[in-house]
Every structure is written in C-alpha cells, then in structure tokens.
T-cell receptor
Framework: GQQLNQSPQSMFIQEGEDVSMNCTSS?????WLWYKQDPGEGPVLLIA?????ELTSNGRLTAQFGITRKDSFLNISASIPSDVGIYFC??????????FGTGTSLTVIP | KAGVTQTPRYLIKTRGQQVTLSCSPI?????VSWYQQTPGQGLQFLFE???????NKGNFPGRFSGRQFSNSRSEMNVSTLELGDSALYLC?????????????FGPGTRLTVT
C-alpha cells in the first residue's frame, strides 16, 4: 500500500532547540493527523488537520495542512527530553483508509 | 472516557497455529481499524470495520481476517501463523462519520511467532 514520505528519518537535537518535520504524498488528502509513539506503546494523537492551509497548535506543537493538500508539517518548539519518540503523519481521504508516514525518530540530548 | 483497549498485550505462538486478538473501541466509536507494525515495514493497514461491515481492506493475505460485533468490539484472526507475522498489532477506533476522522490507537498486542 501507499506510504507517505516523511522526513527527516531521524533527528538528534539539543534540549531547547526547535524541531521541524514534514510529510508528503502523491495523493490529495482531506485529513492529516500527527502521532507520537513511545517504544512498545500505541501511537498517541497529537494534532488533527481538516482544511488546506490550516495551522493548528497544541502546546509547543504546531502543525500545518499544506495548501496543495499533499503535504503537512509539524514543528516542536523548545524541545524537552520527554519529546523523545517516533513521530508519524497520517493522511486520509473520505471513504478510504489512513496512510501512514515512515516515521521520524527524535532524540533530545539534555 | 476510557481509551481503546486491546487484549492480550503479549502473545507467543508457534508456526502453524492460529491466533485471535481483541479490541474494544472508545465508547461511541463505530469504526475499528487494524494495523500491523514492524520495524522494516512500518504501519501497514489491515482492515477497517464500521457497523459490523468491513469498509476497507489492506493488502494482506486471506490468513488475516476480522470481524466486528454489534457493540463495536472487534476481533482479528490470523491463521496458519508464519515467522513473518511477528509484529505489534494495533487497533484504532474513530467515530467513523464522514466529516471527522480522528483515530485513536490502543496499546497494541505484541505477537511473537516462534
């Protein structure tokens, strides 16, 4: 099945730095979701986006629904150690399944 | 509201056996999706059930099957297990309506096939 292109694949950053990651697709989506997954656990929903151009924040997290509807971006400001984990994007079109990105592994160095 | 629950959390089976995994969605959610997660393949969609009917299906062999009950609880069955079926199996639920698709995951069932 289709997998979304997510980049970067991994990031090693200092505590306090900002983080940016993005997801691109060859298909147009109506919904973009961003998840964080800790080892051995299920992904936790962070942000949901429903309209092209939409910018939504959740605390230090900000995500945007790309204007072409084929991409999305997630930014984390002032990273802290508990931000460590794998971040996934997911795209959805009405009547179809969710497609997931390949994940971005984030390591925060104290 | 209680979150998505999955049972069992861990399972060890041998090749050739079959296994049934269970998922209870968030109260009020009518859609349940199943995913297989492995380090090499990432999150792969298995199938989605909505109001007891399979609504979408991924690209997995017929050994993988599922069903949904009238209370929205869902089960996934894998027959004739192979070593490659070792994975984290995740269930996710959503309201299932056309306008909003926030999907919430359970903790997963870690299946090891020996």
């Amino acid at each position: 099945g289709q997998q979304l292109n997510q980049s970067p694949q991994s990031m090693f950053i200092q505590e306090g730095e900002d983080v940016s990651m993005n997801c691109t697709s060859s298909s147009i989506f109506n919904t973009w979701l961003w998840y964080k997954q800790d080892p051995g656990e299920g992904p936790v929903l962070l942000i949901a986006l429903y309209k092209a151009g939409e910018l939504t924040s959740n605390g230090r997290l900000t995500a945007q629904f790309g204007i072409t509807r084929k991409d999305s971006f997630l930014n984390i400001s002032a990273s802290i150690p508990s931000d460590v984990g794998i971040y996934f994007c997911a795209g959805h079109e009405v009547g179809n399944q969710f497609y997931f990105g390949t994940g971005t592994s984030l390591t925060v160095i104290p | 509201k209680a979150g998505v629950t999955q049972t069992p959390r861990y399972l060890i089976k041998t090749r050739g056996q079959q296994v049934t995994l269970s998922c209870s969605p968030i109260s009020g959610h009518r859609s349940v999706s199943w995913y297989q997660q492995t380090p090499g393949q990432g999150l792969q969609f298995l199938f989605e059930y909505f109001s007891e009917t399979q609504r979408n299906k991924g690209n997995f062999p017929g050994r993988f099957s599922g069903r949904q009950f009238s209370n929205s609880r869902s089960e996934m069955n894998v027959s004739t297990l192979e070593l490659g079926d070792s994975a984290l199996y995740l269930c996710a639920s959503s309201e299932g309506g056309r306008d909003f698709y926030e999907q919430y995951f359970g903790p997963g069932t870690r299946l090891t096939v020996t």
